[in-house]
């Protein structure tokens, strides 16, 4: 099993315990994803402090880490400071005191800290013939996971199944976060898409999604998700592999997609 919490959702000490539990229940099976979001969620919804993600993400997993080997947390960091008055540790021992960590992000210096201090990165919308170039970090890495998340829609007709995914992207593109700060957006024009990301962002934030997704292009949507009957899903799950892409993570409602991507 795995599971994947949003940073500012909890307190580091607290995910760590989470994670603990998980990791019981599930045997030793249990994989920690770590991610940010965004300043408008994490303040918005959070209540936090968007701040310096980088740095809160690198002191966030230094405390789960130590928390998870059952030491006293003692800790000042920029962002987080425990301790006081007494620092405390897990009264329960831990199944492992190592559980693997993933961090989820989408820009290259996130990616690179992932690479640096993490277990395995979790990329959204990757590209295999562009990602690579643009994210060197996580494939530099020798045992480094890459676990990409990926739409999946087992389909005969190939056009409409890249037309069912395309409110997907468009959500993403268009929706997340805000004008000036979504970097889902910001990816979609690193890919090189940038008269595409402001046109559907803009009618997206109009109240338009469905003239938004009419925008998302076919090649993107070919490059990103795996659409189409068995032998082209199997043929592009291939280049994701080819590209590095030690796990893939499918977004799907099939469970005959699944079975043709093991059967691949």
Known sequence: GSAIMQIPARSPAMTAMTAMTLDLMSGGRFLLGLGTSGPQVAEGWHGDVWGKPLTKTREYVEIVRAALRREALAYE????RLGSPKPLKLMARPLRAEIPIYLASISPRSADLAAEIADG???LFFVPEKAPSLFPGPF????FDIAACVQVALVDDVQAGR??????????????GSRGSNFYNDLFRRYGYEREAEAIQSLY???RPRDAAALVPDAFVDEAALVGPKDRIADRAEAFRAAGVTT?????RQPEALRALADS
């Open 140 to 143: 530099g890495r020798e045992g």
């Open 248 to 252: 893939l993570i499918c977004a799907t």
């Open 205 to 207: 934030l109009e109240g």
């Open 77 to 80: 960091g920029e962002h987080y």
């Open 121 to 123: 990165w979790i990329p």
């Open 163 to 176: 037309d069912a995914l395309k409110p997907y992207f468009a959500l993403y593109i268009g929706g997340m």
